[in-house]
């Protein structure tokens, strides 16, 4: 079974920084792109950056340039290095492996909450 574990969330000043962490069991991250994606209250949840398995990664336009995906193999880990944080960041931050129908791989894990507020 395929689990992903979400971790390093807090609360932050604007203008700071976090790096979020995505372990996962079941599964060797480096053969798959792996997301993230974050879920604000009252919205739906969306896409915030890929990286695939040859160290391609894409950014949504809202965190371009200030977020960085990063990976740790022996690890099996994905990271998400946040910079220059907003209050609009404000969300609980997810990793999955996305499908080709545009779904996911595993199920959703508890996410981690990422508060940006002065």
């Known amino acids: 079974q395929v689990q992903f574990v979400e971790s390093g969330g807090g609360l932050v000043q604007p203008g700071g920084s976090l790096r979020l962490s995505c372990v996962a069991s079941g599964i060797t991250l480096s053969r798959y792109t792996v997301n993230w994606y974050r879920q604000a209250p009252g919205e739906q949840r969306e896409w915030v950056v890929s990286?695939?398995?040859?160290?391609?990664?894409n950014y949504a336009d809202s965190v371009k340039g200030r977020f960085t995906i990063s990976r740790a193999n022996a690890e099996n880990t994905v990271y998400l290095q946040m910079n220059s944080l907003k209050p609009e960041d404000t969300a609980v931050y997810y990793c999955?492996?996305?499908?080709?129908?545009?779904?996911?791989?595993?199920?959703w894990g508890q996410g981690t909450q990422v508060t940006v507020s002065s």
């Open positions: 990286t695939t398995m040859r160290g391609t990664s």
């Open positions: 999955n492996i996305p499908t080709t129908a545009g779904g996911v791989f595993g199920s």
